[in-house]
C-alpha cells in the first residue's frame, strides 16, 4: 500500500502566518485585523499579537478579544517567534551562529525568504499584527485591507515543525 503522502504533506502545513505592518493609526490596525479574526470568513484565525516597536526594544501584546476557534499559544511562542525575525540580519552576518532561532525556524521547513520578507516589514512599522491562521482568502481578504490600515498583506506556510520548535525555543 502506497503511503498518504497528501495527507503528510497536509498535516505538515496546517498553519499560515499572516503579518500585517500598520500604517496610520495603529489602533485602527490592530481593530481592522481583529474584526477580521471574529468574521472568520476570509481568515480562520487561531491566535494574534501585536508587536510595538520603539528604538532597539519589541513590545508583544495578546489582545484579549476571544473569537470562534482562538486557541492562544501564549507570550513566551509569539516572543519566541519575534525573536527569530529579529535575528535575521544576524543569521546573515554570522553563518556559525548555530543557536539563532531564525536558523532553527528554516530548519523546521520555513521558507527564509518568506521569514526575510516579515523581519523587514516588522524593522519598518511601529506596530504590526501577527495573525495566526488555518486558512486564509487572500482575494476577499485583500478589499478590507486596502482601505489603509495597512502597508501590506505578507503571509506564508508555518509547518508544524516550526510551531513546535516556538513551543521549545530557549531563544527569546
Do not use: N
Not at 495578546?62 to 499559544?73: F, I, K, L, Q, S
Not at 519575534?82 to 539563532?100: C, K, N, P
Not at 487572500?138 to 516550526?162: C, H, N, Q, T
Request: hydrophobic residues 45%; proline residues 5%; charged residues 25%.
Amino acid at each position: 500500500m502506497a503511503p498518504d503522502v497528501e495527507g503528510a504533506l497536509g498535516r505538515a502545513h496546517t498553519h499560515q502566518l499572516v503579518v500585517l505592518p500598520a500604517k496610520g493609526e495603529p489602533a485602527a490596525a490592530v481593530t481592522c485585523a481583529l474584526d477580521q479574526a471574529r468574521d472568520g470568513r476570509a481568515l480562520g484565525v487561531r491566535d494574534a499579537v501585536v508587536l510595538t516597536v520603539r528604538r532597539s526594544e519589541v513590545s508583544v501584546a495578546e489582545p484579549a478579544d476571544e473569537w470562534p476557534g482562538r486557541r492562544r499559544r501564549g507570550a513566551r511562542w509569539w516572543t519566541a517567534l519575534t525573536g527569530a525575525l529579529r535575528d535575521v540580519g544576524g543569521y546573515r552576518e554570522a553563518d556559525d551562529h548555530s543557536d539563532s532561532c531564525f536558523r532553527h525556524l528554516v530548519q523546521a521547513g520555513m521558507s527564509k525568504s518568506f521569514l526575510e520578507e516579515a523581519a523587514m516589514a516588522l524593522a519598518a512599522s511601529s506596530t504590526t499584527i501577527l495573525l495566526l491562521a488555518d486558512r486564509i482568502d487572500v482575494r476577499s481578504l485583500l478589499p478590507r485591507l486596502e482601505k489603509g490600515d495597512f502597508m501590506r498583506l505578507i503571509y506564508g506556510w508555518l509547518p508544524d515543525a516550526a510551531v513546535d520548535e516556538l513551543a521549545t525555543a530557549p531563544c527569546t
